[in-house]
């Protein structure tokens, strides 16, 4: 998406003079305080109140109930909540819970979050410290980690799977049943459980802290810092200073974007903190280095839809590639994470309704769209690859990071329609709702059938006259001078603010009606790194079209590691429907249907199959069917040149793919978490565009035989000027040797290395990397199991 800067602040309407409006800083509304009204959000509420009744809590307090030495009521759910995340999804569902309650007043969701705070008191006390926690084995850990036994990676601390970031979900859950659910308890134990944390780091000096922090930690810092405000004690916000990663905020202060390779989601929660301690400590360079962070992501690395990260890490911003040949593309968390900062930065800087634009873009196209209608199933990557799908979680089967996020998205949509000061309303969002502005003893009504029609109803009813300044934001997809305020069926003149918002100031009284009319248009959204591959929008809504619904494996998740992946046929990319025109005519060749709803015929696409053109819907519409959201472009000269690129392209890796039977690209998180990693002396890095993990003593992963027709390993690995080597082992057989020496850094090679004639009849095969002669190994970028040798 182009930056978006002051656009407004030149908008004039009916001759009107534009005059500077105070802007002083808004505040939310509770979520009490509003009401959706019946729509798509609406529904999705609805749905995710069903998914939460079908979650059981004695599973889910299963891994705190165990940790704390307490007998379980049942047995803990399966996938991450059984395999070394055990209990995040706990976390989730007490804000979950918290959220739903606030905005629905739903009393079974405080039934339930009550019964979970009382069991997880239990566990609290039986721990007898302050600790409430689910990690595996999690004491050694932290009595390991107390005395300065530190041992820290990306996905790992002190050999368990990202402790922090689990205990973050605690954190993070009893505060929102306090600050939400108003649960006294959940207080209490929230500021135990940050004076167990105190303990544990008081003897580590700032520099262990950090090396600590290597391994992800969701945002700890945010929520020491929400612990300092709720008990107005410095000492917890100076421990949300020392959990604040250095390695990250120092670049972001300076302005410079190092974050190609990094995991995203692990770094979005720090910045998150980074904000919250800026609120309360006054620290402005926190908070400058926060907003550029934003920038960054929004206005570079993000897609049409609002998300980011492909396989869950950041890309150079100059090369997109591969956001549309991977099928793992943005992740929801990321967006989950990306509006709770913007939330955040909208007050801070001036309410500018640029914080907005971006938020609905991603709210409707990523959020609303990450959730299943009919059943509530939720979303853990969005594939921009033509012609892909997504994966759907089950409550019996899926607790992925996203389902934590996913199941807490719902009971917060109604958390930014609206905003105050003290003279003004703010409408920032078009959701139908009811407001309750209880300092103005005023109801708001907001009706609309929006984005099908381009009109948006509000009846202003005060208690008694009352006036005030009614903010209604205008966006950056309306023209300038094309949005209308009518009051009581009039037309009204109405000033521009110059951070974005049409400003009417009156005395109102009951019954009062506003319409507010935002003509929409086509436009068109080109990636960020200048490729000939384009969104369409209609107003802030991302249309695309359903391709197919054969091979959609997997369509609803399994308990497996991997099952949020769609690992169907991917069709290829030479056959992906390509708009032959030139780029400037790609908005008229859409059409808009004569239909109640929103739908456009897209005409003027190769190859034969299209010639009769697709329908366009929101994106958010389309479910449980391959999509085309973003379109490849050629003139008719440029098209044969794209066809044959492509097909070279995709030709040696389609190949590959079909003959392999399990993958891990080394170095990057889930893929290797998924694969149960193991090490000794081992780090991860990034180079030339890739991840990869090397050793001075050795690592492993457990490659899934499926069929136990696995016969060869394909290793994928970077040259060395130095002399490098490594015995490769299959469940401890020596299978191979790499040797290195003189070679050119930036070199990949790739080597097959059969698997011992003992091994492959067996289902699961430990593949480890051994160094050798006291050398580093090689610096492994992917592993493959194959069913033949591809270079016979």
């Not at 603010?497 to 068109?524: C, F, H, Q």
């Not at 929101?618 to 999509?627: D, G, K, L, N, V």
Request: hydrophobic fraction near 35%.
């Amino acid at each position: 998406m182009k930056y978006i800067t002051l656009i407004f602040t030149l908008v004039f309407i009916l001759s009107s003079c534009v005059k500077k409006v105070d802007n002083s800083t808004a505040q939310y509304f509770n979520l009490s305080d509003v009401k959706l009204l019946d729509s798509e959000f609406k529904n999705a509420q609805l749905q995710d109140i069903a998914y939460l009744m079908a979650l059981d809590p004695d599973r889910l307090l299963a891994p705190f109930l165990r940790e704390a030495g307490l007998e379980t009521k049942a047995e803990s759910y399966p996938n991450w909540e059984n395999t070394g995340l055990d209990g995040h999804i706990g976390g989730h569902y007490l804000t979950a819970l918290s959220l739903m309650y606030a905005s629905t007043g739903n009393t079974e969701m405080k039934e339930r979050l009550d019964d979970m705070i009382s069991e997880l008191k239990r566990c609290q006390d039986a721990n007898g410290n302050g600790y409430i926690g689910g990690v595996p084995g999690g004491q050694t850990a932290w009595d390991e980690i107390k005395v300065g036994d530190i041992r820290a990676g990306g996905f790992s601390l002190n050999g368990k799977w990202v402790p922090l970031y689990n205990i973050h979900k605690t954190y993070a859950g009893l505060r929102d049943a306090w600050l939400y659910a108003h649960n006294e308890t959940a207080k209490q134990m929230l500021i135990a459980m940050t004076d167990w944390m105190l303990d544990l780091v008081s003897g580590l000096s700032d520099e262990q802290i950090q090396d600590m922090l290597r391994s992800e930690h969701g945002g700890l810092n945010e929520t020491f810092a929400d612990v300092a405000e709720i008990t107005g004690d410095e000492k917890y916000l100076v421990l949300a200073k020392r959990f604040s990663h250095h390695e990250i905020l120092d670049p972001l202060i300076g302005h410079h974007d190092e974050l190609n390779g990094k995991h995203a989601n692990t770094q979005i929660p720090k910045v998150i903190g980074y904000q919250r301690i800026a609120e309360l400590g006054g620290d402005s360079a926190w908070s400058d280095a926060a907003l550029y962070f934003w920038d960054e992501v929004v206005n570079g690395r993000s897609v049409a839809i609002g998300g980011n990260s492909v396989r869950e890490h950041f890309h150079p911003k100059h090369d997109f590639s591969e956001m549309i040949s991977s099928v793992e593309g943005p992740e929801t968390c990321n967006s989950y994470n990306m509006l709770k900062l913007t939330k955040m930065l909208y007050p801070t800087f001036g309410n500018n309704s640029k914080f907005i634009d971006y938020y609905e873009k991603t709210l409707y196209n990523h959020i609303l769209a990450s959730l299943n209608p009919d059943n509530g199933g939720l979303v853990y990557f969005t594939p921009m690859r033509p012609n892909h799908y997504r994966v759907y979680s089950q409550p019996e089967t899926s607790f992925w990071c996203c389902v934590g996020s996913g199941i807490e998205n719902p009971g917060k949509y109604g958390e930014m329609i609206y905003a105050y000061t003290d003279k003004s309303l703010y409408v920032n969002l078009f959701i139908p709702s009811v407001l309750n502005w209880e300092a103005k003893n005023t109801e708001v009504v907001l009706e609309t059938k929006f984005p099908d029609e381009d009109k948006v109803f509000l009846t202003i009813n005060p208690g008694e006259k009352t006036e005030f300044e009614l903010h209604l934001r205008y966006p950056s997809w309306v023209e300038e001078g094309a949005l209308k305020v009518l009051v009581n069926g009039s037309e009204t003149k109405y000033q521009v603010s110059e951070n974005g918002y049409a400003v009417v100031n009156r005395e109102w009284e009951k019954g009062d009606k506003v319409e507010l009319v935002l003509p929409m248009k086509i436009t068109t959204e080109q990636l960020e790194d200048g490729s000939n591959n384009y969104a369409f929008n209609y107003g802030p809504i991302v249309l695309a079209a359903k391709t197919g619904t054969e091979d959609l494996k997997g369509l609803y998740a399994d308990a497996s590691r991997m099952g949020h992946v769609a690992h169907g046929k991917m069709i290829p990319l030479k056959d992906r429907p390509v708009i032959v025109a030139p780029a400037d005519n790609l908005p008229s060749m859409l059409d808009k249907k004569d239909s109640d709803k929103l739908a456009f015929k897209l005409s003027g696409l190769y190859p034969e199959k299209y010639e009769n053109g697709l329908e366009l819907l929101p994106f958010y519409r389309i479910h449980e069917s391959r999509y085309n959201i973003y379109w490849s472009q050629a003139t008719d000269e440029q098209l044969n040149d794209m066809i044959r690129q492509v097909e070279e392209e995709e030709k040696a890796r389609i190949a590959l793919d079909a003959i392999t039977v399990d993958k891990v690209e080394s170095g990057e998180q889930q893929p290797e978490s998924d694969h149960f990693v193991k090490f000794e002396r081992s780090r991860t890095g990034y180079a030339n565009d890739y991840h990869y993990r090397e050793t001075s003593d050795f690592f492993s992963y457990n490659l899934k035989n499926q069929d136990k027709k696995g016969r060869f390993l394909h290793l994928k690995y970077f040259d060395s000027a130095y002399p490098r080597s490594a015995e490769i082992l299959v469940n401890n057989k020596p299978a191979g040797t790499i040797k290195l020496n003189n070679g050119d850094e930036d070199a990949i090679l790739e080597k097959i290395i059969p698997i011992p004639d003992s091994e492959v009849a067996k289902q699961e095969l430990v593949f480890k990397v051994q160094a050798s002669d006291k050398n580093a190994s090689m610096q492994l970028i992917e592993v493959r199991l194959l069913t033949k040798n591809e270079i016979q």
